[in-house]
T-cell receptor
Framework: TQLLEQSPQFLSIQEGENLTVYCNSSSVFSSLQWYRQEPGEGPVLLVTVVTGGEVKKLKRLTFQFGDARKDSSLHITAAQPGDTGLYLCAGGGNQGGKLIFGQGTELSVKP | EPEVTQTPSHQVTQMGQEVILRCVPISNHLYFYWYRQILGQKVEFLVSFYNNEISEKSEIFDDQFSVERPDGSNFTLKIRSTKLEDSAMYFC???????????FGNGTRLTVT
């Protein structure tokens, strides 16, 4: 059974701080996707990484896929209150479109 | 931007009743999915659907569940006889290709009493 473990589960920081969220597995994934989910809404795709060692940047967000394609990280620089939300990693590609989700990281950025 | 739409946004039903959750995927997408999220738990895969048939299903997707694409636009999830533990957010998703990113709807909150 493929599992993805996210850490930390909860993170409360002050505006302007940096943070990193980790997503780890013992399984290899063909791709790793990061989503953000707001209350009452579905997950919204932020990025997909597919190559081991790949780094993608989205403004203040930096996503990295591990060399062995078993882990990924999301780094946010100078967090803002608007970054508050639930961040989900999801591994996929091994079995078609089926995604395996991590349990999520609830981020709260206080002004 | 095209989006996946789900109706209703909230459904309350009594245990043992049948419910149908409806989804309109993005029009040029070929792969359709249902996921669920029990309160406080992970988003879990239920079923994938392609070319008018189920391509994969999870252990959760037992005989009480079925999916259908009755016309060219709708994709439905039916639960025949709901149980209390079926209470969850149900998300529909669609994608263009097998390994393309999934686009999720805003979900239907199902409450079984």
């Amino acid at each position: 059974t493929q599992l993805l473990e996210q850490s930390p589960q909860f993170l409360s920081i002050q505006e302007g701080e940096n943070l990193t969220v980790y997503c780890n597995s013992s399984s290899v994934f063909s791709s790793l996707q990061w989503y953000r989910q707001e209350p009452g809404e579905g997950p919204v795709l932020l990025v997909t990484v597919v190559t081991g060692g790949e780094v993608k940047k989205l403004k203040r967000l930096t996503f990295q896929f591990g060399d062995a394609r078993k882990d990924s990280s999301l780094h946010i620089t100078a967090a803002q209150p608007g970054d508050t939300g639930l961040y989900l990693c999801a591994g996929g590609g091994n079995q078609g479109g089926k995604l395996i989700f991590g349990q999520g990281t609830e981020l709260s950025v206080k002004p | 931007e095209p989006e996946v739409t789900q109706t209703p946004s909230h459904q309350v039903t009594q245990m043992g009743q049948e419910v149908i959750l409806r989804c309109v995927p993005i029009s040029n997408h070929l792969y359709f999915y249902w996921y669920r999220q029990i309160l406080g738990q992970k988003v879990e895969f239920l079923v994938s659907f392609y070319n008018n048939e189920i391509s994969e299903k999870s252990e959760i997707f037992d005989d009480q569940f079925s999916v259908e694409r009755p016309d060219g636009s709708n994709f439905t999830l039916k639960i025949r006889s709901t149980k209390l533990e079926d209470s969850a957010m149900y998300f529909c998703a669609s994608s263009q290709g097998n390994n393309s990113p999934l686009h999720f709807g805003n979900g239907t909150r199902l409450t079984v009493t």
